[in-house]
């Protein structure tokens, strides 16, 4: 059995929060340790205690995926008494490469524990620099050895990873996600996962049927991110509807309509999913459909704010991030978006106006609906593996299906 300690970043604990943010927290955790025999885990004194079977590279690996991790560290956990801190600190010790230099760092978290912090780092760094002859370095240290003293515990260790920050998924509020399955928007939805958002993936889709998307890279990426945030729940949008309403309307305005018709559906999902944003992968003058001007055309009337966390990032940035990520071997597979059927040409000026007038003239709040009555539902669940489809429109019509439960966060595996 493998021991580690698990710190989350403090910024987001004041007040009322706090209960919320770490229940998420843990329940990220164990999903994320799910597949390792044994996996338990504690709340104690501000830290998560973790216990489980397993490679510890693994299980280090797993761990420090987890947005809201700080850093975390493989420890040794020990009665809280001086002489089993002492036992845990020179097996600890031992470890430590031969010959070099070392400090004690040591928090006494339990004040009635009867050596202060200060007492205990002289008398344990005196220890161990007589057992291992390691010497004592304040300034430099090759390495360092922690103590915390908890309530009725202590834990012991020399190695600390850093985590990747953020807030625990489902924390921060929903968004409702324009997926493309390209390179960017991915990226964009784990950033705003990062930031502790659960993205609802939107995709428009070219094929005659949804099983194409279903069983294409989409499917693949969603369940990749559904890793770090639980259930994940896609809504896949037929883009044929579209496509013959707004024959003849082609042009180089096209873009920046088709981005409009996204964006409304995106808004008329919204509220069923208790989604307070909009977002996209957008980044600045990227592609000609994303300057500052087509982006307003975009955004103009829109009733949510529109997140763009990708908005300063350059391409080889978002690729590279994608690599780290995971997804982007799966987003250059090969699949065809409707983009493929839209203008290489756009204006790189859109009119505001002009998008307005057509968006109005072409009817697409009725557009909108018609296209959505046609969708389909996938919700996959990373802990069981299972993937459930079901047409959209079934719920679209019942008022009360975005509050039965089924989406909430804390419905979150
Ligand atoms: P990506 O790699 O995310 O596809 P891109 O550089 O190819 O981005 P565009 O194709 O212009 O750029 O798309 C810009 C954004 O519009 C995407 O990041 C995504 O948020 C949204 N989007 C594009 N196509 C679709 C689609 N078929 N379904 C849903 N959203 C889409
Ligand atoms: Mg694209």
Same mark, same amino acid.
């Given at each position: ?112 524990? #009867? /050596?202060?912090?200060?007492? @205990?780092?002289? !008398?344990?760094?005196?220890? =161990?620099?007589?057992?291992?002859? $390691?010497?004592? *370095? ?47 928007? #991915? /990226?964009?939805?784990?950033? @705003?996962?990062? !930031?502790?958002?659960?993205? =609802?993936?939107?995709?428009?889709? $070219?094929?005659? *049927? ?204």
């Amino acid at each position: 059995l493998t021991e580690f300690v698990v710190h989350y970043s403090e910024v987001a604990l004041k007040g009322k929060n706090r209960p919320e943010f770490v229940s998420t927290f843990r329940r990220n955790l164990r999903r994320a340790l799910r597949s390792f025999p044994g996996a338990s885990e504690v709340y104690r004194d501000g830290r998560i205690l973790v216990r489980v079977e397993g490679d510890e590279h693994a299980v280090r690996q797993a761990l420090s995926k987890v947005f809201g991790v700080s850093w975390l560290a493989r420890v040794s956990v020990t009665e809280e008494s001086y002489d089993s801190i002492s036992a845990a600190v020179a097996r600890e010790a031992a470890t430590l490469p031969r010959g070099g230099t070392f400090m004690m760092s040591t928090r006494r978290i339990d004040k009635n524990f #009867p /050596v202060g912090s200060m007492e @205990l780092a002289r !008398r344990l760094g005196k220890e =161990v620099a007589e057992e291992t002859g $390691l010497k004592v *370095s304040l300034g430099t240290p090759g390495s360092t050895i922690f103590v915390d003293v908890l309530k009725g515990s202590a834990v012991v260790y020399s190695d600390k990873l850093r985590g990747p920050g953020g807030l625990p998924v489902g924390v921060g509020g929903r968004v409702v996600h324009l997926f493309s399955g390209g390179i960017d928007s #991915p /990226v964009a939805a784990w950033l @705003l996962m990062k !930031r502790g958002c659960m993205p =609802v993936y939107l995709h428009f889709y $070219l094929a005659p *049927s949804p099983e194409y998307a279903v069983r294409s890279k989409i499917t693949g990426i969603v369940r990749l991110l559904a890793e770090l945030g639980g259930r994940a729940t896609t809504v896949l949008v037929p883009f044929a509807d579209y496509q013959v309403a707004t024959a003849g309307e082609v042009g180089d305005l096209e873009p920046s309509l088709f981005r409009r018709f996204m964006r409304m559906t995106a808004e008329h999902l919204a509220p069923g999913f208790g989604a307070a944003a909009i977002s996209t992968g957008d980044s600045l003058s990227q592609a000609a459909s994303q300057t500052l001007w087509n982006l307003r055309a975009l955004d103009s009337g829109s009733s949510l704010p529109i997140l763009r966390p990708l908005l300063s990032y350059d391409k080889q940035e978002i690729v590279d991030l994608a690599k780290r990520i995971g997804t982007y071997e799966l987003s250059i597979q090969e699949y065809r978006d409707c983009c493929s059927v839209i203008t290489r040409h756009p204006k790189t000026r859109a009119k505001e106006r002009e998008v307005s007038e057509s968006a109005a003239r072409l009817g697409f709040p009725a557009l909108v609906q018609e296209c959505l009555s046609k969708a389909t539902l996938v919700v996959y669940n990373p802990v069981t593996g299972t993937t459930k489809t079901s047409p959209f429109s079934l719920l679209a019509e019942e008022p009360r299906w975005a509050a039965s439960g089924g989406f909430r966060p804390s419905a979150v595996p």
